[in-house]
């Protein structure tokens, strides 16, 4: 991939760009489509325990706030 972070009037290497056209042109991924499938099938995985790991979180945060307010209540109660 060329760098984006150079200027459209610089001049690049031939040799360089020549090089990483080939580079582009050869990298087509997985080959079969079984690995294909499975790697599909490892991101929705991947996915779905990012978001669960996610809930929970949010549920421990919200029960952890639910016990520093009650600690506070119980504080200001005098007992």
Do not use: D
Not at 27 to 52: D, P, V, Y
């Amino acid at each position: 991939m060329l760098k984006e972070n150079l200027k459209a009037n610089t001049k690049i290497n031939p040799k360089r760009m020549q090089k990483e056209i080939n580079k582009q042109l050869k990298s087509k991924g997985i080959g079969t489509k079984f690995q294909q499938a499975l790697k599909l099938q490892q991101e929705q995985n991947k996915l779905e325990r990012k978001s669960l790991s996610k809930r929970r979180k949010e549920e421990e945060k919200k029960i952890q706030f639910q016990l520093r307010q009650q600690k506070k209540r119980a504080k200001h109660r005098g007992k």
